[in-house]
């Protein structure tokens, strides 16, 4: 049984990254802000099913809460079976990266269509948009979190438009006082937003990203944010606790490894005075040898000025930023049954597929996930991916609530 109710609103999140959201990370960004969600890398049901070594996976301290665990899969059965695995380790909620078939679907009426019919369809009320528009052809995926221009506007009108259902915006978004102003300056004429998930900034510059984000976003007073030098003494008690954790590879090195501990630390002083110095020593020392990881870590801060290691977050500008949305799309006008009146007929047979999906798999995932009050998200992926049969435009995360 997770407690979530008791945690504050999602208005901050920091977004499911393959390699990079790991238990550590999490670890960092919870003792920088302790209010901002935090969201799991991507486990694969099928995988996750056959791994006997589930702690591997799923395991995390009890602070790392409020967290959301996303899973990865297309098939019902296998993502319900492998939802009842994760609900036993208590995660706030579910969150579920689902691929849909959609090709060609991306104009707004046809996103508003989808959310009515999903929304209308099943409890989802919150959906969180990655509004970036992925282009299917000759573009990777890393390109497509960066070429193609970014769509804020259409969060605020969603919000606009469905003013029942909450909306959080994804993508582009670095610094915590942006996310601020995204929540709370909606340009004119549109809905206030729910709340912001940023993905690489919170892993690139997590001190500018996250450090302010209990008072800026949550409210808290400002004195009760903690400096990097306390970050860095709780990291050390952290890290020395779980090397070694899940026991020791062929060759005998632990699992997790120190320099894994390590990883997340890199750019916890980006583009200020003792970067380049604090990233050599961590290097160096682990490199050298014979040191423990809080021999590693205090060695490294000898590095940093102190005034850096002991400043104060960056406090929040005291002007709004100007949070460009370029034009927003007029209103559609749904029908009573919540769908577009003007429906497009791609999109209306990827919703008549992925509606009995997703039914089912809240169906098969049934009382585990409604018993265990757990929130189960289902993230349904559009676009990018075309060359694996999952096609994707958009990413749209939605919340059973
Ligand atoms: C290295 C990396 C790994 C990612 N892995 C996932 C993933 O496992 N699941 C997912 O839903 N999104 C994944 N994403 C997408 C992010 O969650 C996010 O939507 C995207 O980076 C846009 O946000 P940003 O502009 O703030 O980075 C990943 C992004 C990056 C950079």
Redesign the pocket.
Known sequence: MNASSSYQPQLLSV???????DIHYRQLARLISKHTWL?T??VVDNALIHNPNRDRWLWYPPEQHPIVC?L?GSNPALLAKAAKIVAEYGYDEI?L?CGLGVDDADSYEELCNFIATVSSQSSVSHFIL?A?KCLLSGLS??EN?TIPPLRWGWVYALSRDFPHLHFSL?????LCRTAQSAIEHAPPNAGRIHGV???????NMPWPSLGSADHTIFGMPAEVAPTRRQVLEKYIGYAESVIGRFGTKSDGSPVPTMRSTVKPLLALFHGEKGCKAWKRSLDASMLAGGMDVAAVIQSAMRAVPDEVLDAPPCPPSSLPIAFATGELPPPVSLQDNGVCSSACTTLSLSLQLSGPRLGAAKQQAGNAWEHMSMRAQI?A?VGEQREVGVLRFW?W?HFFL
């Open positions: 977004a499911p990254m393959m390699d990079w959201t969201y890398e991507m996303q990865g969150n990266n990655h970036r995926p890393a979190r994804n993508g582009g978004v670095e998930m940023i993905g690489r900034g919170a892993y993230i992926r990413s995360q």
